[in-house]
T-cell receptor
Framework: GAVVSQHPSWVICKSGTSVKIECRSLDFQATTMFWYRQFPKQSLMLMATSNEGSKATYEQGVEKDKFLINHASLTLSTLTVTSAHPEDSSFYIC???????????FGSGTQLSVL | GEDVEQSLFLSVREGDSSVINCTYTDSSSTYLYWYKQEPGAGLQLLTYIFSNMDMKQDQRLTVLLNKKDKHLSLRIADTQTGDSAIYFCAESKTGGFKTIFGAGTRLFVKA
């Protein structure tokens, strides 16, 4: 199946710094990628839909200035958590649809810990 | 609105069969999925079924779909300790962007 690579796997940062997470589709082009947030023992919460060449679509309650999404190419989307605070600590996962639009493939996730 | 529900917890003995159940509300769902998540990892697509199918089998996995009752199940035959994980049920529509996930079922396999 298709491969989605997410980097880094984990990051620890100081409060107030910004963190960038990359999501790449390795063997297919993804015009649309998705960013999720997952709290411990909970399901995935869709944060935003990342569209290649245009602005991301954010879900209600997600601050677009806080979580900057850039989808500059058909294989790369980035999520930047700006001025991170401890409450931003979470597991962030990206995903991308395959060409047929049937299946959703996920990255391995990024565990963010803000001190 | 769209909603996917599944039981939160299942415990089975190694070698037994596991059945994880899921219900969904959107009758126009086209694709129904089962994903597996191991600790600290992303989601792995296990299998999926089109809404015009009743059953799909893939090695130890059997998916049953009752479209009338909007009920989906995943059966894992000969469950192994390596099957311990969280299993997410999800649904989406043709042309739709969003995939709706259930809360996940935690499967514990006892040796």
């Amino acid at each position: 199946g298709a491969v989605v690579s997410q980097h880094p796997s984990w990051v620890i940062c100081k409060s107030g710094t910004s963190v960038k997470i990359e999501c790449r589709s390795l063997d297919f082009q993804a015009t649309t990628m998705f960013w999720y947030r997952q709290f411990p023992k909970q399901s995935l919460m869709l944060m935003a839909t990342s569209n290649e060449g245009s602005k991301a679509t954010y879900e209600q309650g997600v601050e677009k200035d806080k979580f900057l999404i850039n989808h500059a190419s058909l294989t790369l989307s980035t999520l930047t958590v700006t001025s991170a605070h401890p409450e931003d600590s979470s597991f962030y996962i990206c995903s991308a649809r395959d060409r047929q639009g049937e299946k959703l493939f996920f990255g391995s996730g990024t565990q963010l810990s803000v001190l | 609105g769209e909603d996917v529900e599944q039981s939160l917890f299942l415990s089975v003995r190694e070698g037994d069969s596991s059945v994880i159940n899921c219900t969904y509300t959107d009758s126009s769902s086209t694709y129904l999925y089962w994903y597996k998540q191991e600790p600290g990892a992303g989601l792995q697509l296990l299998t999926y079924i089109f809404s015009n199918m009743d059953m799909k089998q893939d090695q130890r996995l059997t998916v049953l779909l009752n479209k009338k009752d909007k009920h989906l199940s995943l059966r894992i035959a000969d469950t192994q300790t390596g099957d311990s994980a969280i299993y997410f049920c999800a649904e989406s529509k043709t042309g739709g962007f969003k995939t709706i996930f259930g809360a996940g079922t935690r499967l514990f396999v006892k040796a």
